[in-house]
């Protein structure tokens, strides 16, 4: 059986990873070039984001066909390849199912579209309230209602993200049937892992206006959602115990989680929820400017790893993947202490109970690119935005202040391989451009450098496979109210981890109240380490302590 405790899994994003034919896209033949350096790091999963065949408008997240590669990322063949050669490295594949829609360019919705019933009943068609008016007024996540009009049918069909990204109907079963089939599919061609795109929103019942909120209160964790997922589980990859699940959780509740990563609940083996990368928002609304709530982010996180723990569930733990900012622009610090910042962000994650995810880059301290112009941006989601907050009335100035916080393209930029042209990642003109600070942020010196970022990951990934107390151990919050120190305890076995943070640029004290006299300090982002009752941490300062 697959110890997912014990594994890290590494996110790529094929569009921006290593682009091989000169065409400014990564592709699959990249991954596989390298993959001795996500060998070198020390993961044992690779989550590719979607690379079916696609439109694009969604780079992917709008599949047109799942049993085929897009051609901009290249062929079958070449994805053999790349399973063969990272199981030749003891690297895991895990694919990325985007089954809550489909694209409009799918085969099915075509045939909806030209009045098959069969094929209209795969998707959420529905009449309007009355004349041009939609079913119900949630609004898509990209902006806009939710619903788009269809004349020749004079009905709505539901897109809850793009306007080309049909919804599926759940509850038809044949719908439900043909994702198993897709799933085995795969799963015959050597993938081991699956990772479920806002999985929670799949099963649809209750057709209201929303008067609080967006519509979400509707169809997040719906009726039927853990009927379906334990429909799913045992028809595909519940048969094989060495296939590990990640369910992408939208505005989800933990009590749903404990039973959709649940030990024994037959789901998946654990989700992503994204409460605390809420914390710079103002409730569930992004495209605002708002310090980040530092208190709320440990609460939260408290929270969850307490009461997922308490309940016998298990967490995927991560600050990045590619519809969240770089972190060390987010919480850390991008001038003076850089590389202390992203180290202590690092063992913030990487020492909590779950499985973590490391997205590409970010084990390197990428940063945010800052563009400072529309043209830079490339994300549907970045420009209809950028519309929308004109339209509220902000300045063109604040607009972008704005998309250089939370744009999704903050993720998207290029991985920065080495300090040549194009960071290394193509030798022709990038998709989207490259972040100007590659000749000093790149993979290709920090492999060099033995303080770097790069290694720091590297170490916490080891200690992850040594330590049973981080895999396994349990969870307990310190310094809660503290405003500066990130601190909690692990505990397995009489062995105790202390993991201390602190959180900012400037020193802090904190009074432990503990005898640390036995424990000794296993990882620091300092060159030394000074441990007493009071501790006194420099900026960014993060030590772990172990007492046996
Ligand atoms: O994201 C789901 C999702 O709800 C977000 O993280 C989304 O980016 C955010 O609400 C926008 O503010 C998943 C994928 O990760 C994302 O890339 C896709 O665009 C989306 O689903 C639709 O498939
Ligand atoms: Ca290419």
Sequence with gaps: MSDFKKSTVYQIYPKSFCDTNKDGIGDLKGVTAKLDYIKKLGVDYIWLTPFFVSPQNDNGYDVEDYYNIDKRYGTMEDFEQLVK??????????????????????EWFQKALSGEEKYKNYYIFKKGKKAGVPPTNWESKFGGNAWEYVEKFDEYYLHLFDVTQADLNW?????????????LYWMKKGVKGFRFDVVNLISKSIFEDDYEGDGRRFYTDGPNIHRYLKELNEATFGTDAEIITVGEMSSTSIENCYEYAGENSHELSMVFSFHHLKVDFMGNEKWVMVPFDFQKLKDILFQWQTKMCQNHAWNAVFWCNHDQPRVVSRFGNTQKYWKESAKMLATVVHCLRGTPYVYQGEEIGMTNPGFTDIAQYRDVESLNHFKILQQKGLSEENAYAILQIHSRDNSRTPMQWTGQKNAGFTEGTPWIEVTKNYDTINAESQIEEESSIFHHYKKLIQLRKENDTIAYGDFEPLAEKHNAVFAYKRTYQG?????????????????????????ECILTNYPDCHVDTVLKLRPYESIVLKKA
């Design 85 to 106: 050669e990272a199981d030749k490295r003891g690297l895991r594949i895990m694919l990325d199912m985007v089954f809550n829609h489909t694209s409009t360019n799918h």
């Design 171 to 183: 509850d038809n079963e044949e719908v439900r049937k043909e994702m198993q089939k897709i799933i």
């Design 495 to 519: 062995e105790t981890l202390l993991v201390i943070n602190n959180f900012y640029g400037h020193e802090t004290k904190w009074d432990t109240e503990m005898d640390l006299s036995g424990y």
